[in-house]
């Protein structure tokens, strides 16, 4: 009966402290019902696990900092993008560049955005994963979309410009 109990609160004490260590997605305060956005979160880590370390997020918003890939020691980096639902279906399109992965001084990675998220769903995510540059620096991630409720039609650009440092 004692060993059932320690493996009962064993148990207990493993979901309570996994729990809280999971990502929680973020949402900007204020913002009003069915309003097309989208939120991200920015991990690091190495080639077998890039999203081992929490680097920042876009709600409670905090520096992003990286550290800068050696030629023996490469850093790899996971984007996390979340397209949020709006109650209709929404399909966001454009682009987002990532600066700070790894690339010549003057290329940046761009991924093009073409994702819908249904009227069911409240979310959709990406995930974009390379090596962060050997180049410290100031970099940014750019947003470049367009939001689009398609049973109206009725369109909302999304511009944001997120700034990260490589030291």
Same mark, same amino acid.
């Given at each position: 009966?004692?060993?059932?109990?320690?493996?009962?609160?064993? @148990?207990?004490?493993? @979901?309570?402290?996994?729990?809280?260590?999971? +990502? +929680? &997605? /973020?949402? =900007? @305060?204020?913002?009003?019902?069915?309003?097309?956005?989208?939120?991200? &979160? *920015?991990?690091?880590?190495?080639?077998d696990? =890039?999203?081992?370390?929490?680097?920042?997020?876009?709600d +409670?918003?905090?520096?992003?900092?990286?550290?800068?890939? +050696?030629?023996?020691a490469?850093?790899?980096?996971?984007?996390? &993008? !979340?397209?949020?639902?709006?109650?209709?279906?929404?399909? !966001?399109?454009?682009?987002?560049?990532?600066?700070?992965? #790894?690339?010549? @001084?003057?290329?940046?990675?761009?991924? #093009? $955005?073409?994702?819908? $998220? /249904?009227?069911?769903e409240?979310?959709?995510?990406q995930?974009?994963?390379?090596?962060?540059?050997?180049?410290?620096?100031?970099?940014? *991630?750019?947003?470049?979309?367009?939001?689009?409720?398609?049973?109206?039609?009725?369109?909302?650009? *999304?511009?944001?410009q997120? =700034? $990260?440092? $490589?030291?």
């Open positions: 009966m004692q060993t059932m109990k320690a493996v009962v609160a064993y @148990a207990t004490v493993a @979901a309570v402290g996994s729990s809280a260590c999971a +990502r +929680r &997605i /973020p949402e =900007p @305060a204020g913002l009003a019902p069915g309003t097309p956005h989208v939120s991200w &979160i *920015i991990m690091r880590g190495d080639r696990n =890039p999203d081992r370390d929490f680097v920042c997020q876009s +409670r918003r905090n520096d992003c900092v990286l550290p800068a890939s +050696r030629p023996n490469p850093v790899f980096s996971d984007v996390n &993008i !979340y397209y949020h639902g709006t109650g209709v279906e929404t399909k !966001y399109t454009g682009s987002i560049q990532i600066g700070f992965f #790894q690339g010549s @001084a003057d290329e940046t990675h761009t991924v #093009q $955005v073409d994702r819908t $998220v /249904p009227k069911t409240s979310i959709v995510n995930s974009i994963t390379d090596d962060v540059t050997v180049t410290p620096g100031n970099y940014a *991630i750019t947003f470049a979309l367009v939001a689009t409720l398609t049973d109206t039609g009725k369109t909302q650009p *999304i511009r944001e997120v =700034p $990260v440092v $490589v030291k």
